[in-house]
Structure formats: C-alpha cells, structure tokens
C-alpha cells in the first residue's frame, strides 16, 4: 500500500514548526524575563555545576538552568563557560536572569585550571575538542556535574541527589541510545559503551592521559563524535556507571510523533534533547 510520508508524520510536522515558533518567541522574550533569582529554589545543591553554551544555544541554556533549579536545587555554583562570539549584551542578559551565575569564557576557565591540553591543540579549531578541554578539568576541585545546554530536568530530578550518591565515589554518566563514537579511533578490542557525553558527574578527578592518547590515530580531522570517543574511553577505564536510562533520557524513537513520551512521566529526571528532537523542548511547556 502506497501511503504519503507526510501523512505518517504529520504529527512530526506539526510539533516541528510550533517548536520552532515557541523557541524564536521565547527568545524574543529574554530581553523583557524578569531576573529569575527570586524563584530559585533554596535546596542547597553540594556540588558544581558547568554548561557549556555557544551563542546559538541561549534558549535552550536558560531553560536548562531554570529547570536544574527548580527541580534540582541550588548548586555550590553554576558556570556557564562561554565559547563563540558572545556580545556584552548577551552575556549581560544571561547575568541579568542568573545573577548568582558565572559567565565565564573557555579560554580563561582552561586557563585557571593549566591551559589546554598539548593533545587537542593541533585540532583546536573543532568545537568538540574545545569541550572536551572543558570535560578534562571536571572533579579537580571537588564534585562536579557537566550538563549540556539541552538537558531538561523535570520533577524527578529531586532524586538526581540521591543518585549521585549512590554511584559511591565513581563517576557516572548519561546512557546513550545507540554506540556513537569514532570508529576510526575506538580500539576493535574493547566493547563500544553507551557513554552520553550530555551529563556527566564526576565526584573527583578522572584519569585522561591514555584517553586523549586516542586522538594521535585520527587520519584526517575530528567528527562530531571524536570528543564523545574519548570521553567513553575515559568513563569506561574509570569505572564509571551508566545512570539508570529509563528516568535520565536519551531516546529517538519518538522522533516522528507529536508528544513527548517521556518528559512527563513521574519517574523522569531529565531528557537530552539532541538535534533531531530539540523542538520537543519547546512543544510542551512545563
């Protein structure tokens, strides 16, 4: 039977372009948001808390901060590291919203913590490797969790705490849904992990050096999984656990329908919404 492909999809279609109207709304709106101090919750958070964010990456920032202290608490500190052409008038807005917040730029967070490791200076120019200069520095000043600009956290998340703790001592990270890695680099001897590079928690500092070892097999440039690559090396060699995949998300398979399956189900912390499904964190407002 011959069917329309966009009569299948029509759902998809439709949550498509309302996300895309919800997110160009809301950021139009960033310039009028009231600080959003006041409404922070008081919960005190024992650990520090980094996202990386690029200018095209600003909505999605601010709703993730937002929805880490609502559900979550709030964290010894929060540092939004900067990477991109930020204007004074961005980072002034971002401050405007989080006044408890650190804007702090790439180049002088690396600085702070012994510069740029010698193996990413030669594929510098890849974004994905100046994340990865950030992961490297996680832990060495106490507990930390990294959470990319597109992770919601949804009521669940009062038990990201508890979580963490019971990962006694070791790392932890978000369980991807499928291998993503660069194969061109992953040793054929191990088993490939299903290591999300979105949320990471590192209690201390990790062992990098055999990790970012990886990069001197790259014939040609980084991908977008590269970074990825390394950092499962890592978290597999530490010992790192998988937070359980069921209440942290990372899911595709409702992609091509109009609802979101997971965010409102009671258990849920948080959800990666990563490019082919980011509209579906503008499509339901929490």
Known sequence: MNVNPLTIRYGYHAALMLGRWRRAAFERELTTLEPLIGKASKRPVQLDVVTLVGPQMVPETVRS??????YVGRPKSYTLVTDGDFTDA????LQSLFDWVSIVPLDSYLDERGGVPPELEQHWSHPMIRKLALEVTFGISGPCLYVDGDVEFFPGAARLLDDLRRCN?????????????????????????????GL???PKAIEWA??????TRLDGKPNW???????AHAMSASGAQSLDPTRYILQLDDQFEYGDRYSSHPEAVCRHYVSTIRHKMWVHRR
Not at 65 to 70: A, C, E, K, M, N
Not at 90 to 93: D, F, L, N, P, S
């Open 65 to 70: 901060v937002w929805s880490f202290i609502q």
């Open 90 to 93: 961005e980072k002034g807005k």
């Open 169 to 197: 001592g070791t790392a932890a990270f978000l369980q991807d849904h499928a291998p993503s890695v660069d194969f061109r680099i992953w040793p054929e001897s191990l088993e490939v992990p299903l290591v999300n590079a």
């Open 200 to 202: 990471l928690f590192f």
């Open 210 to 215: 055999e990790s970012l070892a990886l990069l």
């Open 225 to 231: 999984h590269s970074e990825q690559t390394v950092v």
